[in-house]
């Protein structure tokens, strides 16, 4: 039917049966004896107007179901630019609801759903952790990170994969392009490595997209190979996509590199959120990252490693098989260091194995929930678009009662009309998913630059082919959800009645009663998103005003890195007192301490430590965080000194060793005697055979905030800085700067100091405690601010929802309110019932919706901090909020409804 | 103008004739495959020229039937060498033909007893 070539071929065939009927019929006269011409005439007299018949037989064969449609959508398409004003607002409200679903959800798609860029990733199995793309953890073993050596052990034993790959982080890179006449420096620190064994390419299948790519040539003598390759985006932003920078040196923290290729635009590497700018080989970190040699021994975990599947090998089987050979590799590695019972610890660990099709992530933990809320909200959005959109639908519904009654006369049967209308709302829900889409496109690009800034999530979200199934669908469903209602109603009808119906239309009780419905559940739903956005702007203010324990304001953080400079155990003493001496010189400088973590540089130390008086009764019982800190540590910071002392300039290495506890640490082991005097002994393994050494409890200090803002302090002890010598290949230097000057002006003059002091000590951030603070808050800054945007939109198609309703039913009450005005209603009391009516809906809606939003606020309540998921004020606030802006959008109709002339109105009907 | 004036006269003539129309197609049909003009013919012949089937009500009413599966059609030679758009009943044409005769037996015999009530006299 659809078939233009069967249709014509009917046609032929219409034509040729009557062709033959005349032709019969001329025959059969002219056997009868009449003349050919005569016949002829006759013959087609008697059968009539040759063409009417065709038509109308024609019509018997019906559209088909395609042509049908195409009649419908012209006929929506005629109706919809005949009405410019509902299209343009229709079309806009599904745009904006759309347009937000998408964007959400392409963000999420890149985040949480799409498979990486590589030969079938779907045969791809992590080995241990999905999430630390970043970490690096000295010391005994763990079940999800691993050393070179577990690494190259494991690939030799297993039997499940037909390869396995490691990938390691790399320390800060400072990369500079050697040219003829010297060397161009760019920008230190920003540039993102990772090590990867011989294999991983070859093992995802990517190939260069120009030059070559590592191979396990590259990755088999220690510091024999000084190559990388190049990701597109960072030849793109750095070297102008320049091919021939293949084959060039690159001097890359001192040492120099050869560029051998560079990876094609789609290939970002295997970490989502986190494109790769150089991969080097493994062999190469010692000397890409100076003075910190991961793979010296096994006691460094630093490996992710990813697996390809054997073709008959599953998952279910592959774990298994992991954790058959761990244990044997860990037993190996760590026998000579670990006791016994923790040696029995470590094995009985378990190794996780999870699919790696998705790649690895440090994002996708924690932007998952998040991402899923924002979900959650514009899905409310979009309903609340919908619910405004079957408000016009429906409203337009009643005034074209008359032409939905001359076509059911005209032989229309309803369903025919259902769909013609349902078709105008598809048009209506397409043209808006389409803009939506592009609204998105757009809208995805500025989310991720609100969420993060140059911060922790870059990505590139495509429209892909499921974001536009997604988009497809989000724009049916909702086509559907504000086309159907309104169908109904415009097709209930009796003919009659409709045709005899005066042209203004009474608004029915359906119409009324629903557009009703409509303004409660836009209530119900923007109460929903505003609360939400309530909660989490209090959440971050929460967060923002936590007592540290220290003086945030005026507070300057560098972090260094000694071996970076050739620094070690017998040096870094020297270069601490140096530091603090060059820096205290510099002019709005207050005061200058040195620590070894320091307040949120992202890392810590943990020590076991047996406590003087204190017997140990468990595993954790011994095990405090720990941290070493200079002379005056705890006067530059600002943390009280609650009992004893701090640490001064004679706490070094000839003095006698001491400590400072925090009060955790202190109410923990000394619940009612006095900490001071008391001795701390590090649990020491005997390995360097020097017995341990105990430090003496000089002071107490006030319980702070070094890590998360959330989490509640741990117990933790200080030792002075100068009291220790040996450190490990983690270790990097932090300095803390007192001062009374704006940080800006200070943070230049500070890298031009430590220039002078030592022009090859790589810096590798300096930044205010502040600013190091709020980085820990991205997520939260990001949720707060997406969701007042999202409730801000809501709010205002909330409004505009309740605006057109109710100007509709005021419009629909014009004779009424008339006969009232000429009875002698006061006009302010006409505009009272008007608001009376809306405000009425308004507080159902709020009274639903505050039930509603505290079961919502009950999914995400784990993500609140210092308030519960039924918070007064926020409710208050946000019902406060919702009432004046309905009250807005209420007054212009109300208005117009005490204006009406008494004399016109009545005219009116 | 005019054109459409003619095709709603023809429409309201569908609209009259339609099942009576079909009844007497199916009918015809039964004695074996015709085509159209025959079943023209056919019926003009069998009502004694009482009954005149229009063409703008007869190509419609066979469409109509064919499309809903009563009608079979195929081409074919007529005695006079003419190619011409034969139709035969189908078996759901059968059991059709059999329900609408049932049915028209019924409101012959309505209306018969509308015209000659039974019990007119007594009341």
């Known amino acids: 039917m659809m078939n233009p070539f069967r249709s014509r071929r009917r046609e032929a065939e219409l034509d040729e049966e009557i062709e033959s009927h005349l032709k019969m019929a001329e025959r059969d006269r002219v056997e009868r004896g009449q003349r050919d011409n005569e016949a002829h005439d006759e013959a087609r007299r008697e059968f009539g ?11 018997i064969w019906g ?22 004003a509902f299209t343009a607002v229709a079309v806009l409200s599904i745009a904006l609801g759309v347009g937000a679903n998408t964007a959400i959800f392409s963000v999420i798609n890149a985040v949480m759903l799409k498979s990486l860029p590589v030969k079938n990733p779907q045969e791809l199995v992590v080995v241990g952790s999905t999430t630390s793309v970043g970490s690096v953890s000295q010391g005994g073993p763990r079940k999800d990170l691993y050393s070179n050596q577990f690494f190259q052990k494991f690939r030799e034993r297993q039997q499940m994969f037909s390869d396995v790959y490691a990938t390691g982080r790399s320390e800060a890179l400072n990369v500079s392009r050697q040219r003829e006449n010297g060397q161009d420096a760019s920008n230190p620190g920003d540039t993102r490595g990772r090590f990867v064994s011989g294999n991983f390419f070859e093992m995802l299948g990517v190939r260069a997209l120009i030059g070559r790519t590592i191979t396990p040539e590259d990755d088999r003598v220690a510091g024999g190979s000084p190559v990388t390759v190049m990701g597109y985006g960072y030849w793109e932003r750095d070297f102008a996509r320049d091919p021939s920078i293949v084959g060039k040196n690159l001097v890359i923290n001192g040492s120099s590199f050869t560029v051998i290729g560079v990876t094609p635009r789609e290939f970002f590497g295997d970490i989502v959120g986190r494109p790769t700018d150089l991969w080097f080989p493994l062999t190469m970190q010692a000397q890409a990252n100076p003075g910190h040699d991961y793979a010296k021994d096994s006691s460094t975990s630093w ?51 999870s699919g790696g099709a998705r790649g690895f992530s440090r994002l996708r933990a924690s932007f998952s929930g998040p991402l899923l809320m924002l979900m959650g909200i514009v899905g409310l959005i979009l309903l609340i678009c919908c619910a405004n959109v079957a408000n016009l639908q429906l409203a337009r519904a009643v005034s074209r009662g008359r032409e939905m009654g001359l076509r059911v006369a005209l032989g229309a049967g309803r369903p025919r009309l259902i769909r013609q209308l349902l078709t105008e709302s598809f048009a209506l829900s397409l043209v808006g998913g389409a803009a939506g889409l592009i609204l998105a496109a757009w809208g995805s690009r500025l989310l991720i630059r609100l969420v993060s800034g140059d911060g922790p999530l870059q990505l590139e979200p495509r429209l892909d082919v499921w974001v536009l199934i997604f988009t497809a669908g989000i724009s049916i469903v909702a086509g559907l959800l504000f086309g159907l209602a309104p169908a109904w109603r415009a097709t209930r009808m009796d003919v009659v009645s409709s045709l005899k119906e005066s042209k203004s239309g009474q608004a029915d009780g359906f119409t009324r009663a629903f557009g009703k419905m409509l303004i409660v559940a836009q209530i119900v739903f923007s109460l929903i998103v505003v609360v939400a956005a309530g909660l989490f702007i209090r959440t971050l203010r929460n967060l923002e005003n936590v007592d540290v324990g220290y003086r945030r304001a005026g507070l300057l953080l560098v972090r260094v890195d000694p ?57 954790d019982d011994q095990q405090n965080d720990s941290d070493r800190v200079g002379p005056n540590y ?64 000089v002071g107490v200090v006030r319980d702070v905030k070094e890590l998360d803002l959330r989490e509640p302090v741990a117990r933790r002890f200080y030792t002075p800085y100068l009291q220790h010598q040996e450190f490990d290949p983690l270790y990097s230097a932090n300095l803390e700067i007192r001062t009374n000057m704006p940080s800006a002006a200070l943070s230049k003059a500070v890298r031009q100091a430590i220039h002078e002091f030592n022009a090859s000590l790589p810096i590798w951030s300096v930044e205010t405690a502040d600013e190091l603070i709020d980085d820990t808050l991205v997520q939260e ?60 809906l308004v507080a159902v809606g709020l009274l639903v919706g505050v039930f509603a939003s505290v079961l919502t606020a009950k999914l995400f309540a784990g993500t609140l901090f210092g308030l519960g998921v039924f918070d007064p004020v926020t409710i208050s606030v946000a019902a406060g909020v919702i ?24 005219r009116y009907e | 103008m005019a054109n459409n004036k003619e095709q709603t006269k023809y429409q309201n003539q569908i609209e009259l004739l339609q099942g009576t129309l079909d009844l007497l197609v199916l009918q015809t049909l039964q004695w074996g495959p015709q085509h159209g003009y025959g079943i023209a013919n056919a019926i003009r012949a069998n009502s004694g020229d009482i009954l005149r089937v229009e063409t703008g009500s007869l190509y419609p009413a066979l469409h109509r039937l064919e499309r809903r599966g009563w009608l079979k059609a195929e081409w074919r030679i007529t005695e006079s060498a003419q190619r011409a758009k034969y139709y035969r009943l189908s078996a759901a044409g059968k059991k059709q033909l059999a329900s609408e005769r049932n049915r028209w037996e019924q409101v012959v015999s309505a209306i018969a007893g509308v015209l000659n009530p039974a019990g007119e006299a007594s009341s």
């Open chain 1, 49 to 59: 107007n040759v063409g009417v018949v065709k038509e109308v037989t024609r019509e």
């Open chain 1, 63 to 84: 559209w088909g179901s395609l042509e049908k449609l195409g009649q419908d959508l012209r006929y929506a398409a005629r109706t919809l630019v005949k009405n410019k």
């Open chain 1, 303 to 353: 490996l992710l490693m990813m697996g390809r599947l054997k073709p008959d090998v599953s998952m279910k089987q592959a774990e298994a098989g992991v954790n058959v050979i761990a244990p044997g590799i860990f037993t190996e590695l760590f026998r000579p260091t670990q006791s016994p019972e923790d040696l029995a610890a470590i094995v009985k660990q378990h190794v996780p194995v």
């Open chain 1, 563 to 619: 071996p970076g400079a050739g620094y070690n155990d017998a040096t870094i003493n020297e270069l601490a007192r140096g530091l603090i001496e060059k820096l205290q010189a510099v002019p709005g400088v207050e005061g200058v301490s040195v620590s070894e973590n320091g307040l949120f540089s992202g890392t810590n130390s943990a020590s076991d430590a047996k406590v003087e008086g204190h017997p140990p009764t468990g595993a």
């Open chain 1, 634 to 697: 705890f006067a530059v910071t600002g943390s009280p000194i609650l009992e004893g002392r701090g640490f001064g300039l004679q706490d070094n290495e000839s003095t006698p060793k001491v400590a400072v506890v925090n009060e955790r640490f202190a109410r923990y082991y000394f619940p009612s005697a006095n900490p001071l005097g008391r001795h701390i002994t590090f649990n020491s393994d005997g390995s360097d055979g020097k017995p341990p050494v105990p430090f003496e409890i």
């Open chain 1, 781 to 840: 800054h990001m949720i707060a601010k997406l969701s007042s945007f999202f409730g801000a939109l809501a709010l205002i198609l909330a409004a505009i929802g309740i605006y057109g309703v109710m100007s509709y039913i005021t419009a629909r009450r014009t004779a009424e309110i008339g006969i009232r005005l000429a009875l002698g209603a006061e006009r302010s009391s006409v505009m009272g019932m008007v608001l009376k009516d809306t405000l009425q």
């Open chain 1, 883 to 906: 009432t004046v802006a309905a009250t807005l959008a209420a007054y212009w109709p109300a208005l117009r409804a005490a204006r009406v002339s008494p004399t016109v109105a009545l």
